[in-house]
């Protein structure tokens, strides 16, 4: 069964500092990858996705997320996290439209 | 972008009652999606409608506890019925829009509370 495996339930950071947040899928097919946020109180909003080309993909907000598939990862970092960025992260992928799989989910709590 | 307008947005409800929770889209769409996300969890999806056709439920779900309609492409309902303090979750309306190479696109919403 397809999987994705997020290590980390809550990570916990300075403002300013650098963050990652850990992403393992499994699949035997290629897949799209993707990383959904969710604000408090929020529905969750697409913050950036791999579909294929560049394995290194950016946000708008300066998230950018490396797909590695010798690894079978699609981390996601910050190298300066505000504290605005604090929410819930889910990483999720599509097997080419036959299931789509969320993964637990990451709460990041940025501190002042 | 798909604008997806999800109502209620949060309710407390009564053990044994039920409660339908309306999605709405800006445009049509073909596939639209309902998820669970129970609380501290991720999403688990509940079912697939499509407009004309009966939704297509996931392992765990069934249509007795979860009726849903889907008179048009850009309208559908989720009904949580006979509630128990079990299905206090959040319920999430979903789209695909793959033309433009976002997936799924997502509403606000709806927390659900059962006393």
Request: aromatic share 12%; charged share 15%; proline share 5%.
């Amino acid at each position: 069964a397809q999987s994705v495996t997020q290590l980390d339930s809550q990570v916990p950071v300075f403002e300013e500092a650098p963050v990652e947040l850990r992403c393992n899928y499994s699949s035997s097919v290629s897949v799209y990858l993707f990383w959904y946020v969710q604000y408090p109180n929020q529905g969750l909003q697409l913050l950036l996705k791999y579909l294929s080309g560049s394995t290194l993909v950016e946000s708008i907000n300066g998230f950018e997320a490396e797909f590695n598939k010798s690894q079978t990862s699609f981390h996601l970092r910050k190298p300066s996290v505000h504290i605005s960025d604090t929410a819930e992260y889910f990483c999720a992928h599509d097997n080419y439209g036959q299931n789509f799989v969320f993964g637990p989910g990451t709460r990041l709590s940025v501190l002042p | 972008s798909a604008v997806i307008s999800q109502k209620p947005s949060r309710d407390i409800c009564q053990r044994g009652t039920s409660l339908t929770i309306q999605c709405q889209v800006d445009s049509q769409v073909t596939m639209m999606f309902w998820y669970r996300q129970q609380p501290g969890q991720s999403l688990t999806l509940i079912a697939t409608a499509n407009q004309g056709s009966e939704a297509t439920y996931e392992s765990g779900f069934v249509i007795d506890k979860f009726p849903i309609s889907r008179p048009n492409l850009t309208f559908s309902t989720l009904t949580v019925s006979n509630m128990s303090p079990e299905d206090s979750s959040i319920y999430l309306c979903s789209v695909e829009r793959a033309g433009v190479g976002e997936k799924l696109f997502f509403g606000s919403g709806t927390q659900l509370s059962v006393l």
